[in-house]
């Protein structure tokens, strides 16, 4: 995980193909003025999806994992908690390749969550394959309304498909 101000997003330039075309893309536009839906950055290997959401209590929500995109996860209006997790995690449902997206949880004995905020003007780039918890309500307030983006960014081991 890569967690940051949107602002300083162009110190991680070099990571990843897919990575340094969001930050290019970023340079020189506003997200905050896409449409609901996709937007495609770079076909389909680089796109936004603008969603609006609701959050939602820990106990209510789901990690999910993906194999071939990255996640960069912004707030455009509201703001949420993310968790992630290094330790183990056990799927509660069979992973679906179309949407690159399967559903997970950690272990019981995994009490090893980490956890951040999309408020401030924060980003956070989840990894392939790493298990993220998004749309989660801040400490001290009730489930609400969430305008968000998450850049859908295809992992290098895929770029040349």
Known sequence: ???DGLDAIGRYRGISRGLD???DWLAKNDPATLPLGI???DGDRVYANVMEAR???LEDARFEVHRRYHDVQI???GAERFFTTPGAVKPVEE???GTDKGYCLPVPENDDLL???LDHGRFALFWVGEPHCPNVVLPGEEPGALR?????VLADDYWSE
């Open 1 to 3: 995980m890569i967690y």
């Open 21 to 23: 075309v969001l930050i």
């Open 39 to 41: 937007t495609r950055i």
């Open 55 to 57: 959050t939602k209590h």
């Open 75 to 77: 707030d455009l209006e």
């Open 95 to 97: 992973f679906d390749e």
């Open 115 to 117: 956890e951040g905020s």
């Open 148 to 152: 968000k983006i998450c850049f859908k």
